[in-house]
């Protein structure tokens, strides 16, 4: 690890102030960040700790929910009002990481973990998300986790978080702040995908600090989260869907299909929900749903699989969404 | 060199190796030009009761402070990135990886290890049923099963729920073998005894 200076201030002020100094970074659980810096694959100069900063407090807000950006990963999961309104959130954070990063991780650092692209970690193979411009080793090299949809020739990493999925089915905001103003990004323009910039990974400015999340109140339907991975537990997603299904009877009145694991950010599938409004409930219909959510995926040769298995996984997540939704 | 070789000072001597040639060595070496200026943290912690006021580099992970700097070796490191377990210390309570966390952000916290949770005359119920049930074949990973285990039934107490759990309102879970595995998935054994450590929580929890 190479060397640095660390703070940890005692207010927000003084935090969105330190972190201007040269080659600052925020540190909050650190399960990520701490991890990339003994690759070195992140070289912070100066690290601000906003872990103990009061952002821990979950509390109802317009019918929605507002969630401090440092609560951690099981509490949120464990809320009893994220477990009543918002379960494929508690569902996704539950299928996330160990019991123990669970207590550690945050809810902001959470959005901002990075890729575990295996050649993003090994600091001697090229790579243009850690070394811009070195190119991307996973094009011509060992992809089976690698992007589906929206990838580029300069980067085909996928994002990792299963929080973030449920989050962008759920229509969620992130709140941020800097030292000069506060603003709120919807949660599907917070990530980017990679396009020519993969080393760019969010639409947050330098200096901003998430402060929270916003969710909308919780919508009509059954929720419901289903992940596939090579292990039954611990282990990122080759697939993951969070989907919503609202019925009025046998007729389908609302759909959310968000993806993990096939993209470069949370991927919402938003021209498959459109094709199951109205529709008749059927095997049918959801099937053309997932081959819908899928439209355009393009594999890379090991990953090849995961377009057939994200249309599945949409399609089973659906069935079970609208069984939900009836019982 | 009369000194006797040890891994600590091998990895010591990494300007020495560093002469040989190797680029890759060349590329991992701390650059001071790259680096912040040299600096120590105050971090005062509770270590299984007993206060300690330290000074470390920012770089110590609590992992290392607890293993070098104060002796406590029982907290093993296996990968030194969050992946295997065999570091879990509880912190205030809660189970986590000490090898993901700065030392520098444990200041204030109260931290119980292996050596803290119970003592040869009287062993913590967990590891008398480990012992029981023989949940080790080499033993790497036990001190950091059984903090995590200890940290796992707490966690059940307060009524947190797991991925396997089918009622996600049920505010009552019941300790079956499916949520032990679901639950300890964060603790890897490399022998594999699995199915005895399962049996060995079970008990613990008053389950078996």
């Known amino acids: 690890m190479r060397a640095f200076t660390y703070e940890r201030p005692a207010d927000m002020a003084t935090a969105l102030t330190a972190i201007g100094k040269p080659g600052a970074k925020f540190l909050a659980g650190g399960t990520n960040l701490l991890d990339l810096m003994k690759v070195e694959a992140e070289v912070p100069q100066h690290l601000v700790d906003v872990s103990r900063l009061p952002l821990v407090d979950i509390a109802e807000e317009n019918g929605g929910l507002r969630v401090g950006a440092m609560v951690t990963n099981s509490d949120l999961a464990a809320h009893a009002l994220v477990r009543e309104r918002y379960p494929m959130l508690s569902r996704a954070l539950l299928n996330g990481a160990s019991g123990q990063l669970r207590n550690q991780a945050t809810t902001g650092g959470n959005l901002l973990q990075r890729t575990r692209c295996y050649y993003f970690y090994d600091s001697s193979a090229p790579c243009n998300k850690r070394a811009p411009g070195s190119g991307c080793s996973a094009l011509q090299g060992y992809n089976r986790i690698h992007a589906i949809l929206g990838a580029s020739d300069a980067c085909i990493a996928v994002h990792p978080s299963d929080m973030a999925v449920a989050l962008a089915a759920l229509d969620a905001e992130v709140e941020v702040q800097s030292a000069k103003a506060k603003r709120r990004i919807k949660i599907t323009d917070f990530h980017r995908l990679p396009e020519a910039t993969p080393q760019k990974e969010t639409n947050l400015n330098n200096g901003e600090l998430i402060t929270a999340v916003i969710l909308p109140p919780p919508p009509a339907g059954g929720q419901v989260y289903r992940k596939v991975r090579d292990r039954a537990s611990y282990d990122f997603a080759l697939v993951s869907v969070a989907a919503l299904v609202d019925l009025d009877g046998e007729r389908i009145r609302s759909a959310r299909i968000a993806l993990g694991g096939v993209a470069h950010k949370p991927w919402r599938a938003l021209e498959a929900e459109r094709g199951l409004v109205g529709a008749t409930l059927s095997d049918d219909a959801f099937a053309a749903a997932g081959e819908a959510a899928v439209k355009g995926a393009q594999g890379r040769g090991h990953n090849d699989f995961k377009i057939m298995l994200a249309a599945r996984t949409v399609a089973r997540a659906l069935t079970e969404a609208a069984q939900q939704r009836k019982a | ?208």
């Open chain 2, 1 to 208: 060199m009369t000194k006797p070789v040890t891994r600590r000072g091998i990895l010591g001597t990494g300007t020495a190796l560093g002469a040989l040639g190797s680029t890759a060595l060349a590329q991992t070496a701390p650059s001071p030009a790259r680096g912040a200026a040299p600096m120590t943290v105050d971090v005062g912690l509770t270590v299984n009761g007993a206060h300690h006021d330290l000074k470390v580099d920012p770089r110590t992970t609590l992992l290392d402070l607890l293993r070098e700097h104060l002796g406590l070796t029982g907290t093993k490191k296996g990968c030194d990135h969050g992946q295997c377990g065999a570091c879990t210390v509880l912190v205030d309570g809660l189970r986590k990886n000490a090898c993901m966390n700065l030392a520098a952000s444990c200041d204030d916290r109260e931290i119980v290890t292996i050596e803290g949770l119970g003592t040869e005359q009287a062993l913590h119920p967990l590891q008398a049923a480990f012992v029981k049930h023989d949940g080790f074949q080499c033993g790497y990973c036990t001190p950091g099963q059984i903090c995590s285990a200890a940290g796992m039934l707490a966690e059940l107490k307060r009524g947190l729920p797991s991925a396997v759990t089918a009622d996600l309102k049920a505010s009552v879970i019941e300790l079956a073998e499916n949520e032990v595995r679901e639950r300890m998935s964060g603790n890897i054994c490399r022998c594999a005894a699995y199915p005895n450590i399962v049996a060995a929580i079970l008990e613990a929890a008053g389950k078996a």
